[in-house]
């Protein structure tokens, strides 16, 4: 079965840029697209990356996202950190028999 | 406005049924495919089921399967969950989730409803 795997939890400093990383297990996680989900606390999740690398509108452009085959692996790129970037972040994308899988999320602390 | 209205959550106990419902509103309900998505307390997203746009095809994890049925009501733009058997396991917040692109089936969240509580105890 397709899973995806992401760090538990990443620190970065504000105004810097960070990557979290999501891995592709027991399948390419280029025969799907890739989602990335922001959650704060108490929050229904948002979407921030759609499509692998397509930013929804109001999203600002310091988020980005790509694919990268070698490593089987989907990143997100939150560039200028921002205090109110600190959120929970969960990939997705899809297994063969068209199910939905998500990561287990990535919690990001800017401090 | 895309809005995604939750309703039917509560305590149940172990082995007893309940009935989501989503009522969407603000776009075409009929071209778009829907999914359920579930968290458990402090835990992290798991998506549960999918349903096409006509509701002939429907997928769910493996975790629910044989115990819980999506279905579609596109006369009455809404989404629902029927889950039965339910287990302790079951508690979480339920997200009704619409994609970003109308089509047949994706089963990729875009759009979120604020979710519903489900408690499964005795």
């Known amino acids: 079965n397709f899973m995806l795997t992401q760090p538990h939890s990443v620190s970065e400093s504000p105004g810097k840029t960070v990557t979290l990383s999501c891995t592709g297990i027991?399948?390419?996680?280029?025969?799907?697209?890739v989602q990335w989900y922001q959650q704060r606390p108490g929050s229904a999740p948002t979407t921030v990356i759609y499509e692998d690398n397509q930013r929804p509108s109001g999203v600002p452009d310091r988020f980005s996202g790509s694919i990268d085959r070698s490593s089987n692996s989907a990143s997100l790129i939150i560039s200028g950190l921002r205090t109110e970037d600190e959120a929970v972040y969960y990939c997705q994308s899809s297994d063969s028999g068209n199910r939905g899988v998500f990561g287990g999320g990535t919690k990001l602390t800017v401090l | 406005e895309v809005q995604l209205l939750e309703s039917g959550g509560g305590l149940v106990q172990p082995g007893g049924s309940l009935r989501l419902s989503c009522a969407a509103s603000?776009?075409?309900?009929?071209?778009?495919?829907m999914t359920w998505v579930r968290q458990a307390p402090g835990k992290g997203l798991e998506w549960v089921s999918g349903?096409?746009?006509?509701?002939?095809?429907?997928y769910n994890a493996d975790s629910v399967k044989g115990r819980f049925t999506i279905s579609r009501d596109n006369s009455k733009n809404t989404l629902s969950l029927q889950m039965n058997s339910l287990r302790a396991e079951d508690t979480a917040v339920y997200y009704c989730a619409k994609p970003g692109v109308s089509g047949s089936y994706n089963p990729a969240p875009f759009y979120w409803g604020q979710g519903t509580p489900v408690t499964v105890s005795s």
């Open positions: 603000g776009f075409t309900f009929s071209n778009y495919a």
């Open positions: 349903i096409s746009v006509s509701g002939g095809s429907t």
């Open positions: 027991g399948g390419s996680i280029a025969s799907n697209y």
